[in-house]
C-alpha cells in the first residue's frame, strides 16, 4: 500500500516532442504528489507539486494531470529539451505529523537533438 | 539563500566500521529527512528530526541513528557498516509541517 508504481522505467524522445511519465499509487491518504527531477551525481530538485483536489497544474514547460478516482498522476514535459535528459521520480505523501514521502523507482530520460 | 548543504561529498568506509553524515538544512528550515538512494532506485526514507528529536522512521534496522541539533542542522550515523549500506545519503529540509521538500547534493558513501 506503501508503493509507488512508476513507468516507463525509460524514454527516449526527440528534441521538441512530448515527454510522458506515469505514476501508480494505491493509498488513498496520500495527499501531496511531487514530481523531482535528478541529474547524475546531484540530488533531486523539486519540479512541480499536486494536491489531490485539482485534477491537472501546469508550471511552464510541465504539467501534472491527477486521476484521483484511478488512482494515478502523470508528468508531460512539453517541447522537450536535451537539458531535459535527466531521471525523474514521482513520489507521493501524506501528512501525518511530519512527512514521509514515498518515490518511483525513476524514469530516465533520453532527449535527442 | 543557502541551500542545503551536506558533508562530505564522498566517504569510503570498510565494513563494520561506523559512519557519520553532516546535513544543514535550507535557511529558514527546521526539519530534516534523511532518505538513502541506492544506485539506479528512488530514494528511501530513513527518518524525520522535527524540533531535536525523531519525529517519523522509515523501514531500517537500529544501526541507523540520528540526531537534531538547536541550530536544526542533523547527523546521520550508521553502525556496523555492511557492504549493502553502500549508497547516496540525501538530506532533505522543510519548514515545520510543510510538503516541500528540498533536497541536498548528497553524501556517496562506498563501504568495501
Known amino acids: 500500500q506503501q508503493q509507488v508504481k512508476q513507468s516507463p522505467q525509460s524514454l527516449i524522445v526527440q528534441k521538441g516532442g512530448i515527454s510522458i511519465i506515469n505514476c501508480a499509487y494505491e493509498n488513498t491518504a496520500f495527499d501531496y504528489f511531487p514530481w523531482y527531477q535528478q541529474f547524475p551525481g546531484k540530488g533531486p530538485a523539486l519540479l512541480i507539486a499536486i494536491r489531490p483536489d485539482v485534477s491537472e497544474k501546469k508550471e511552464g514547460r510541465f504539467t501534472i494531470s491527477f486521476n484521483k478516482s484511478a488512482k494515478q498522476f502523470s508528468l508531460h514535459i512539453m517541447d522537450s529539451q536535451p537539458g531535459d535528459s535527466a531521471t525523474y521520480f514521482c513520489?507521493?505523501?501524506?501528512?501525518?505529523?511530519?512527512?514521509?514521502?514515498?518515490f518511483g523507482p525513476g524514469t530516465r530520460l533520453s532527449v535527442l537533438p | 539563500d543557502a541551500g542545503v548543504t551536506q558533508s562530505p561529498t564522498h566517504l569510503i568506509k570498510t565494513r563494520g566500521q561506523q559512519v557519520t553524515l553532516r546535513c544543514s538544512p535550507k535557511?529558514?528550515?527546521?526539519?530534516v529527512s534523511w532518505y538513502q538512494q541506492a544506485l539506479g532506485q528512488g530514494p528511501q526514507f530513513i527518518f524525520q528530526y522535527y524540533e531535536e528529536e525523531e519525529r517519523q522512521r522509515g523501514n531500517f534496522p537500529d544501526r541507523f541513528s540520528g540526531h537534531q541539533f538547536p541550530n536544526y542542522s542533523s547527523e546521520l550515523n550508521v553502525n556496523a557498516l555492511l557492504l549493502g549500506d553502500s549508497a547516496l545519503y540525501l538530506c532533505a529540509s522543510s519548514l515545520g509541517g510543510s510538503s516541500e521538500q528540498y533536497f541536498g547534493p548528497g553524501t556517496r558513501l562506498t563501504v568495501t
Open positions: 513520489a507521493a505523501s501524506m501528512n501525518n505529523y511530519g512527512q514521509n514521502f514515498v
Open positions: 535557511s529558514g528550515h527546521d526539519t
